[in-house]
T-cell receptor, first 112, second 115 residues
Framework: NAGVTQTPKFQVLKTGQSMTLQCAQD?????MYWYRQDPGMGLRLIYY???????DKGEVPNGYNVSRLNKREFSLRLESAAPSQTSVYFC???????????FGQGTRLTVV | KQEVTQIPAALSVPEGENLVLNCSFT??????LQWFRQDPGKGLTSLLL?????REQTSGRLNASLDKSSGRSTLYIAASQPGDSATYLC??????????????FGQGTILTVHP
C-alpha cells in the first residue's frame, strides 16, 4: 500500500527554471493538498483540491500553479523558480468525509 | 487567522521518562486535532487524530487529549524510548466540509530521548 507518492525526492533548479512536482495517491481520497515546510515557519498550505476538478489557494500560493489531473494525481508547478522557493514540499490527501490527512515523503527543492 | 503554538520547542529527556507535549490554538470553534511525527529528512506520520466531538485518543504509549474550551491539546508519551526521538507536530483542521486536510500546523517540538 503506497499511500501518497511524490516525485522527485530531490531537485536542484537554477533561478528562472520551471518544474513540476508530481503527487499521486492510491487511497481513493477526494481531497489533495500541497504544503511547504521551511525552518522556523512550519508547514504552510500552498494549494488544495477539495475534489476532482476543483482547486483553491491556500496561505502561500504566489509563484505556484496546480493541476488536479484526475482523482489520483495533483501536481504543483513552479513556472519561474526563485531562491525563496527553496523548501521541502509535501503532498497530502484526505478522504474528504473523514478528517485524517496522510502525507507523502516530501520533495526537497533547492533553487540556486 | 488560525494560529497553532507548540511548547516546548525542544525537549531532551532520559529514557524511561513520561513526558507531555503541548499544543494551543486560537480558534476552538471548529477543530479536529492531529498529531504527527517527523523523523529527520522524512515525511509526516500520523500518530493520533482527535475529532471535534472527542476528548482523547490513545495508541500504545501515546495519549492525546483535546480541550476545546481552553484551546489546548496535549500529547502524553509514556515510558519514553530513544526511538521516540523525532519532531512532533500538531495540526488543527476544520470540523466539517470536504477539506479536512486543510491543516494549520504548529512549528513542532523536537524531542530527544537519550539512553
Amino acid at each position: 500500500n503506497a499511500g501518497v507518492t511524490q516525485t522527485p525526492k530531490f531537485q536542484v533548479l537554477k533561478t528562472g527554471q520551471s518544474m513540476t512536482l508530481q503527487c499521486a495517491q492510491d487511497m481513493n481520497h477526494n481531497s489533495m493538498y500541497w504544503y511547504r515546510q521551511d525552518p522556523g515557519m512550519g508547514l504552510r498550505l500552498i494549494y488544495y483540491s477539495a475534489s476532482e476538478g476543483t482547486t483553491d489557494k491556500g496561505e502561500v500560493p504566489n509563484g505556484y500553479n496546480v493541476s488536479r489531473l484526475n482523482k489520483r494525481e495533483f501536481s504543483l508547478r513552479l513556472e519561474s523558480a526563485a531562491p525563496s522557493q527553496t523548501s521541502v514540499y509535501f503532498c497530502a490527501s484526505s478522504k474528504g468525509t473523514a478528517p485524517e490527512a496522510f502525507f507523502g515523503q516530501g520533495t526537497r527543492l533547492t533553487v540556486v | 487567522k488560525q494560529e497553532v503554538t507548540q511548547i516546548p520547542a525542544a525537549l531532551s529527556v532520559p529514557e524511561g521518562e513520561n513526558l507531555v507535549l503541548n499544543c494551543s490554538f486560537t480558534d476552538s470553534a471548529i477543530y479536529n486535532l492531529q498529531w504527527f511525527r517527523q523523523d529527520p529528512g522524512k515525511g509526516l506520520t500520523s500518530l493520533l487524530l482527535i475529532q471535534s466531538s472527542q476528548r482523547e485518543q490513545t495508541s500504545g504509549r501515546l495519549n492525546a487529549s483535546l480541550d476545546k474550551s481552553s484551546g489546548r491539546s496535549t500529547l502524553y508519551i509514556a515510558a519514553s524510548q530513544p526511538g521516540d526521538s523525532a519532531t512532533y507536530l500538531c495540526a488543527g483542521g476544520p470540523a466539517g466540509g470536504t477539506s479536512y486536510g486543510k491543516l494549520t500546523f504548529g512549528q513542532g517540538t523536537i524531542l530527544t530521548v537519550h539512553p
